[in-house]
């Protein structure tokens, strides 16, 4: 089986084991320190590979900034909203049915932004997406009391699929070239631009150290 075969379903695996990820993890840390703790080790591991592996850099000041700012909106306030969110009584199932809009939003704003043209088969497929993420999480998010689920942090979370669309379309517009090891990188430096100043102001940096963390597969898996 090629990898272009197997990509659709490492894909599916790897999106969904994040919101188990969130979930987990805020049993015993605040989420943003806790992302913040990602994001950190994937800079440096990052930094490693692309280190021994003699990966060229962006040469030119704006190349470094387009990779820095994507990263912000693609992991740091994405993120850093969804696992708020999440820990702040947010489901992981109805974030799930929230996030799946992404890609319906990214592909009705790339027609008008930059000019990208879906074809009938790609909406097609698009809405029929959309609808088993709705099909499999649905029942889950039906049995959980509504009033128990605090409005601001939808919002948030809402907010934040807002912002991997809007990350989406301008990593699509301004980063056409460069190593994507490289480009990756830059791309957690930008999200830990986000991310400490946010623990920082609205967490205690709170982890509790002593007890099994999905930090490994968070950063290596994901």
Known sequence: MTLSRLAPALFVLLWSTGWVAAKYANLFADPLTFLALRYGVAVVLFYLVCRFAGVTWPKSRMAITHAIVSGMFLHGLYLGMLWWAIGQGVPAALSGIIAGLQPLMTGLAAAYLIGEKLSLAQRLG???????????????????????????????????????TAGTIYQKRYLREGDLRAVATLQ????????????????DLHIEWDRPSPLAWSVVGI
């Open 126 to 164: 698009l809405f029929i997406g959309f609808a088993g993420i709705a099909i499999a999480v649905l029942p889950k998010v039906f049995s959980i009391d509504a009033d128990v689920i605090p409005a601001y942090a939808v919002a948030v979370n809402v907010l934040g699929m807002a912002c991997v």
């Open 188 to 203: 957690y430096v930008g999200a830990l631009i986000v991310t400490i100043p946010a623990a920082l102001l609205l967490e």
